[in-house]
Nanobody, 127 residues
């Protein structure tokens, strides 16, 4: 099982950009579909984006579609989340997650499909 470590969070002004990274340990990263989720204070964890094993397929929550881009580099064991046009509603702890169970891609918006999670990185959008 891979271990996941997120980085790249921080404080950014509305309209700004951040790129989150999620580095995976181990040699089996390419066997994991990957997802990003977020959790704001007092709210449930919600799906942000997912990417298939080879990066050919991606999926996004409606709230981030057109602003966020998920990508992966299997040679570097890393998945990224490029976030543009950030607004205060994007403030949350962002988590990356991995699924090696071969879940149907359409189900990767569901946090229960993932068996491996990072510790999270805080993103704060404020002026």
């Amino acid at each position: 099982q891979v271990q996941l470590v997120e980085s790249g969070g921080g404080l950014v002004q509305p309209g700004g950009s951040l790129r989150l990274s999620c580095a995976a340990s181990g040699r089996t990263f390419s066997r994991y579909a990957m997802g990003w989720f977020r959790q704001a204070p007092g709210k449930e964890r919600e799906f942000v984006a997912a990417i298939s094993l080879n990066g050919a397929s991606t999926d996004y929550a409606d709230s981030v579609k057109g602003r966020f881009t998920i990508s992966r580099d299997n040679a570097k064991n890393t998945v990224y989340l490029q976030m543009n046009s950030l607004n205060p509603e994007d403030t949350a702890v962002y988590y990356c997650a991995g699924d090696s169970w071969g879940s149907r891609f359409s189900r990767l918006h569901d946090a229960r499909e993932y068996e491996t999670w990072g510790q999270g990185t805080q993103v704060t959008v404020s002026s």
